[in-house]
């Protein structure tokens, strides 16, 4: 069980941060027995959203909250959307497990099963591998973006961050 004395984020803190997140730190969302529990920051925009690996009801998850205040619920959307056309496609992503908004409705958030033996593309190419390699796997990336493209799906924040692949 989860050490439940972390600190409360609010959406005041998520707005005013600007990168400094404190962590770890929890987040109580409505109608649900268990707390989100964030242990790490791994991508944030500035007053916009944030993604964070920690917990939720003992299981490892990804975190996404959309917090500003003029456009949250629309990324919200625009997020759920891509991953319906993924499913729809067939093409493997992490599962959606929960769906809601906290903080009088002022963040938006989605929480995804972690993928544990999965490494991104970033990490891969961090490693000393040699331009062969590199080739293959450009290769794999640029016939998967194109059965994407073929299949109606565009990524619209491609970077190699965002691309998980499997490892064993």
């Known amino acids: 069980m989860q050490n439940?004395?972390?600190?409360?984020?609010?959406?005041?803190?998520l707005i005013h941060a600007n990168r400094m997140i404190p962590v770890?730190?929890?987040l109580t969302l409505a109608e649900q027995d268990y707390p989100v529990y964030c242990d790490e920051v791994v991508r944030i925009i500035p007053g916009k959203r944030l993604v964070a690996?920690?917990?939720w009801d003992d299981k490892p998850i990804v975190a996404k909250l959309f917090?500003?205040?003029?456009?949250?619920?629309?990324?919200?959307?625009?997020?759920?959307?891509?991953?319906?056309?993924l499913v729809t496609a067939h093409i493997p992503t992490p599962k959606l497990l929960y769906r809601g908004t906290v903080q009088?409705?002022?963040?938006?958030?989605?929480?995804?099963e972690k993928i544990l033996n999965a490494r991104t593309l970033d990490e891969i190419w961090q490693e000393k591998t040699s331009p062969q390699e590199l080739a293959l796997l450009m290769y794999a990336v640029t016939i998967e973006l194109?059965?994407?493209?073929?299949?109606?799906i565009v990524q619209?924040?491609?970077h190699l961050k965002n691309l998980l692949l499997p490892f064993s």
Request: no cysteine; hydrophobic share 40%; net charge positive.
């Open 24 to 26: 770890p730190f929890q």
């Open 156 to 158: 619209r924040d491609l």
């Open 4 to 13: 439940d004395t972390r600190q409360e984020i609010t959406w005041h803190k």
């Open 146 to 152: 194109a059965t994407q493209h073929v299949l109606g």
């Open 67 to 85: 917090f500003e205040p003029a456009n949250a619920k629309r990324h919200a959307i625009r997020e759920l959307l891509g991953i319906e056309a």
């Open 104 to 112: 009088k409705k002022r963040v938006q958030v989605l929480i995804f």
């Open 53 to 55: 690996f920690g917990t």
